[in-house]
């Protein structure tokens, strides 16, 4: 039985702390996983985290609205009711995501995800075959990526993170952290406001002194920016595990 399903996208590990989105089917999919990497919340991040699927048959429902308070609504506003989440991995070798989304609630039965996990094993041939000569000898384009252009975005939200760590004090963490929470309180994709950054358009201010040797930013300099509504390490984007078990219904 076909996965019936509206969308998808992948994204791929770049570090064991950092992922980019590969390819999306259409704009709801791609605004899923860019409000993801924004929040620090979500079923690619949940089933990269844990290394397991994350299948979720309505978002909308109270325990979806629990799981994932801020994705959540956004989900549900973007017209994602139901959501499935696989990691990719060969070995120990950790790849990415494979995140799928359905307009309607409804959850998948066993020979949809047993699809679902082909697809996961097709993307990751696909991932590493990517830049190798083809059989008949011609050459590939160089830098090309069979999915579509590779994370838009994402290199600056990486440049911006360590410019505001610098601007602010603080660790890589609580840059990253204060860099989701101004996108969140403004309204904008994350990868817009990092390249403000880069280009020197946005500056972070502390109005403390930055710390020394290490030592933990002043709370009032992480009020400062924002860290009131997400606060400075926590749910972090990590690196999938697995196409494991089923986390979630």
Do not use: K
């Not at 919340?41 to 109270?62: C, K, R, T, Y």
């Not at 120990?92 to 609630?105: F, K, V």
């Not at 949809?112 to 041939?125: N, S």
């Not at 300099?221 to 078990?245: E, I, K, N, W, Y």
């Amino acid at each position: 039985m076909p996965v019936e399903v509206d969308g998808a996208a992948l994204s791929v590990a770049t570090r064991p702390d950092r992922r980019q989105r590969a390819h999306a089917t259409d704009a709801v999919a791609a605004l899923l996983e860019e409000q993801q990497f924004t929040l620090g919340e979500g079923p690619s991040i949940e089933a990269g985290a844990s290394g397991g699927q994350i299948l979720i048959a309505d978002v909308s429902s109270p325990a979806g609205a629990s799981r994932w308070p801020m994705f959540a609504p956004v989900a549900t506003a973007a017209g994602a009711r139901a959501t499935f989440a696989f990691p990719l991995q060969v070995g120990a070798i950790r790849l990415g995501t494979l995140t799928l989304y359905r307009a309607r609630p409804g959850s998948l039965i066993g020979e949809q995800v047993a699809d679902a996990v082909t697809l996961c094993r097709t993307a990751v041939v696909v991932m590493l075959t990517a830049g190798q000569t083809p059989p008949n000898g011609a050459v590939p384009d160089q830098g090309a990526w069979p999915l579509g252009g590779p994370g838009e975005g994402r290199i600056e939200v990486y440049q911006a993170t360590e410019m505001v760590a610098v601007q602010l004090g603080t660790g890589l963490q609580d840059a990253f952290a204060a860099l989701r929470a101004r996108a969140f309180t403004d309204g904008v994709p994350l990868a817009r406001l990092a390249r403000q950054v880069v280009d020197r358009r946005l500056r972070f201010h502390c109005s403390t002194l930055p710390p020394s040797d290490g030592a933990a930013p002043d709370s009032r300099c992480l009020d400062h920016v924002g860290l009131g509504q997400l606060r400075p390490g926590s749910r972090l984007v990590r690196a999938p595990a697995s196409c494991g078990p089923a986390g979630g219904t």
